[in-house]
């Protein structure tokens, strides 16, 4: 798998490349025809070279896959898959947000640059899905930027209540002032939350091309056919200088969704 180019924009001012990618669990499939994917996927992310991995739906242990998929060729891993999943070097962060009866899974981040302390906060709104956000500051060009890693719920007005957590988590969280970016899986597929999250300063970080173009462009979902934008960053104190998507029958097969990449740059 061939490692996604740069663009232009690095030969400037110093630009911070993000990835953010919903893994499914490093599994596919169901019954007979389920497979892991946890391999391919380690493949994925070091050609995605980014700075920063932003990971959601990521295992810590789960009894039953590692039953399953213990004596495959390649095997379940030891680690758990956020530690697996870290190109060499790499610094890794890793909350639980679900327990469930086998195993759990949560967010993670994989960073290139130093991490400080990490923090978790709940952002569960109903007894039917356990949600949280991950909360790690990485120094980078001298100041730290602060990232949250968040996986939003099914319903919308769960959503619109779960945006109003975020932001009091960075009001009391964060300094002011501070560069912060939000990654993750935000299941919004009406596209109504880039309202609620500028009221709270934080803008998406789109191909600076023209909307329509550039929402197109930037589809991650469903991988083999993508027509809906449910994974993003938001960000404040950044720029954006550039979105990629990596396509393709390798890329739609090790997920449900594709990774987006942005390229980020102080403002």
Same mark, same amino acid.
């Given at each position: 798998?061939?490692?996604?180019?740069?663009?232009?924009?690095?030969?400037?001012?110093?630009?911070?490349?993000?990835?953010?990618?919903?893994?499914?669990?490093?599994?596919?499939?169901? +019954?007979?025809?389920?497979?892991?994917?946890?391999?391919?996927?380690?493949?994925?992310?070091?050609?995605?070279?980014?700075?920063?991995?932003?990971?959601?739906?990521?295992?810590?242990?789960?009894?039953?896959?590692?039953?399953?998929?213990?004596?495959?060729?390649?095997?379940?891993?030891?680690?758990?898959?956020?530690?697996?999943?870290?190109?060499?070097?790499?610094?890794?962060?890793?909350?639980?947000?679900?327990?469930?009866?086998? =195993?759990?899974?949560?967010?993670?981040?994989?960073?290139?640059?130093?991490? =400080?302390?990490?923090?978790?906060?709940?952002?569960?709104?109903?007894?039917?899905?356990?949600?949280?956000?991950?909360? %790690?500051?990485?120094?980078?060009? +001298?100041?730290?930027?602060?990232?949250? %890693?968040?996986?939003?719920?099914?319903?919308?007005?769960?959503?619109?209540?779960?945006?109003?957590?975020?932001?009091?988590?960075?009001?009391?969280? %964060?300094?002011?002032?501070?560069?912060?970016?939000?990654?993750?899986?935000?299941?919004?597929? =009406?596209?109504?939350?880039?309202?609620?999250?500028?009221?709270?300063?934080?803008?998406?970080?789109?191909?600076?091309?023209?909307?329509?173009?550039?929402?197109?462009?930037?589809?991650?979902?469903?991988?083999?056919?993508?027509?809906?934008?449910?994974?993003?960053?938001?960000?404040?104190?950044?720029?954006?200088? +550039?979105?990629?998507?990596?396509?393709?029958?390798?890329?739609?097969?090790?997920?449900?969704?594709?990774?987006?990449?942005?390229?980020?740059?102080?403002?």
């Amino acid at each position: 798998m061939r490692t996604l180019t740069r663009s232009a924009a690095s030969a400037g001012a110093p630009v911070l490349r993000v990835a953010t990618y919903n893994i499914h669990k490093g599994v596919r499939g169901m +019954g007979p025809a389920k497979r892991l994917e946890i391999h391919n996927l380690q493949m994925g992310v070091q050609a995605l070279d980014a700075d920063l991995v932003c990971l959601q739906e990521v295992r810590h242990f789960h009894h039953r896959d590692a039953a399953q998929f213990d004596h495959t060729w390649f095997g379940w891993p030891d680690q758990g898959q956020a530690e697996f999943l870290a190109p060499a070097g790499y610094e890794v962060a890793y909350r639980t947000n679900a327990v469930t009866k086998y =195993g759990e899974h949560g967010n993670a981040l994989l960073s290139r640059f130093p991490i =400080g302390k990490v923090g978790h906060h709940d952002v569960s709104d109903h007894a039917f899905e356990q949600r949280g956000l991950l909360h %790690v500051p990485v120094r980078w060009q +001298g100041v730290d930027v602060h990232v949250v %890693v968040a996986h939003l719920g099914l319903i919308h007005a769960s959503r619109v209540r779960q945006v109003e957590r975020l932001a009091g988590f960075v009001r009391e969280h %964060v300094p002011e002032g501070a560069p912060v970016l939000v990654a993750g899986d935000f299941n919004d597929w =009406g596209e109504r939350l880039d309202t609620p999250m500028r009221a709270h300063g934080l803008q998406r970080a789109s191909a600076p091309h023209g909307a329509s173009w550039g929402r197109l462009r930037a589809a991650t979902f469903p991988s083999r056919l993508p027509v809906f934008t449910l994974d993003r960053v938001y960000t404040r104190g950044l720029h954006c200088a +550039g979105v990629q998507v990596p396509r393709g029958p390798v890329w739609a097969r090790m997920s449900d969704h594709l990774p987006l990449l942005v390229e980020l740059t102080l403002a």
